[in-house]
């Protein structure tokens, strides 16, 4: 087998792991309400359960920067991924409230393993490809995520149980998970080798990017969490209407991730980060400013087109920041994603509780400008990836998407 086909099968194996995670997780954060019901989880003890799973997911981040030290980050990914789904099942077969922790914590251990070694991965990949394609394998995570919720809405639709709504998708996706492992590619071949770490002052280095992480993720979080209650609440839409913010953001998230690695390309990663940062920016201003609404649908929209493109090209930077480290590098940010799930949701519902939930949405707003400060970091001359090496390197790499397996 070429190198080039086996880089194409590679990819492609790793884009569907993306969209896999995608569907598992929309499914359990989808229906939340449903497994609080299933178990007769008060309300005052629901987010001690939400919270455990990033903080699980953070401690298996930590775990998996060790783990990849003597196996390759493949191996990890391709034992972590069905255990995510089994876990899943897990969460929607118990009976007593017992069980669904067990359940949880184990999702959340497994998918701190997942997302660390999807995304080793896919920075090797890009590596390899010599130009950016990071964004492509989150534009898989976005296409999951709106098919898993599709999925969610339909079990909630016709009143099925949980164990019901999950058994459809894991009987389908775990098979081809273990099918699609196989051809997963990193730089080592499956070979355990050690990486050099990060070195004296390596931490600070990669600390502005791991703050661009969390901020990233506290405004994802708060359109998660926050943007049907703002629409219906603050904006006097029908609760109806108010389900429709998410959607959007989703297909905007999607639609921006595919073809943002062409930006990248094109302009750099620096003028894409800068360029994402400022239309988050002004979509947090158009719903905080949102007299009605339909104008606060369209700051949801700039939200969806803005955000997007931040957290696959932060991971990208990472591994350009450290080229002999990467793993480790993609490990320790990775905790920042579970740092800014954690803080965003409470963050903006304390402020809007205690001021107004339209002075909320500035909060976030001037947390993501953080980013223009840092932006650097994501195509300097240090990081070793500008725009020249993309374009020149690109010129030289495989154009899967003439192999029909483009993410």
Not at 138 to 167: D, E, Q, T
Not at 269 to 281: C, K, Q, S
Request: proline share 3%.
């Amino acid at each position: 087998m070429t190198d080039d086909v086996r880089l194409r099968r590679g990819r492609g194996a790793l884009g569907f792991s993306f969209f896999v995670q995608g569907v598992a997780f929309a499914l359990l954060v989808t229906r939340i309400p449903a497994i609080q019901d299933r178990y007769g989880i008060s309300d005052g003890l629901l987010p001690a359960f939400l919270a455990a799973v990033p903080i699980l997911a953070g401690a298996a981040s930590v775990a998996t920067e060790h783990l990849v030290k003597r196996v390759a980050p493949s191996v990890v990914l391709r034992w972590a991924q069905p255990v995510v789904l089994l876990a899943l099942l897990g969460v929607g077969a118990g009976s007593q409230m017992w069980h669904v922790a067990v359940a949880l914590g184990v999702f959340g251990l497994s998918v701190g393993a997942l997302d660390a070694s999807m995304n080793m991965l896919g920075v090797s990949l890009q590596r390899a490809y010599g130009r950016s394609i990071m964004l492509g394998f989150h534009a898989a995570y976005s296409l999951g995520g709106i098919l898993g919720a599709s999925a969610a809405w339909a079990g909630a639709h016709w009143h099925l149980g949980l164990f019901v709504s999950y058994l459809p998708a894991v009987a389908v996706l775990l098979p081809l998970v273990l099918l699609g492992s196989r051809r997963y590619v990193d730089h080592r071949r499956g070979e355990a080798v050690a990486e050099k770490g990060l070195g004296a002052g390596g931490f600070k280095l990669l600390l502005p990017l791991c703050l661009v992480m969390a901020c990233a993720y506290i405004g994802d979080s708060t359109v998660a969490n926050w943007s049907a209650k703002y629409l219906q609440d603050v904006l006097g839409s029908s609760e109806q209407m108010a389900t429709v913010p998410y959607n959007v953001y989703m297909v905007t998230t999607l639609i921006g991730r595919a073809v943002g690695d062409l930006g990248v390309r094109r302009f750099g990663a620096v003028a894409v980060v800068r360029g994402g940062t400022l239309v988050a920016a002004c979509g947090f201003a158009v719903v905080a400013a949102a007299p009605g609404a339909w104008v606060g649908m369209l700051g949801f929209t700039l939200l969806g087109i803005g955000l997007c493109v931040i957290v696959p090209q932060t991971f990208a930077a990472a591994g350009r920041l450290f080229p002999g480290a990467s793993d480790t590098a993609v490990a320790r940010l990775n905790i920042f994603n579970y740092v800014g799930f954690l803080i965003g949701s409470p963050l903006v519902g304390g402020i809007g509780d205690a001021w107004s939930y339209r002075g909320a949405m500035l909060v976030p707003m001037v947390l993501v400008l953080v980013t223009l400060f840092y932006a650097r970091s994501f195509g300097s001359d240090g990081a070793r990836y500008g725009v020249g090496h993309e374009r020149r390197a690109g010129d030289r790499a495989v154009d899967v998407g003439r192999g029909g397996n483009e993410v």
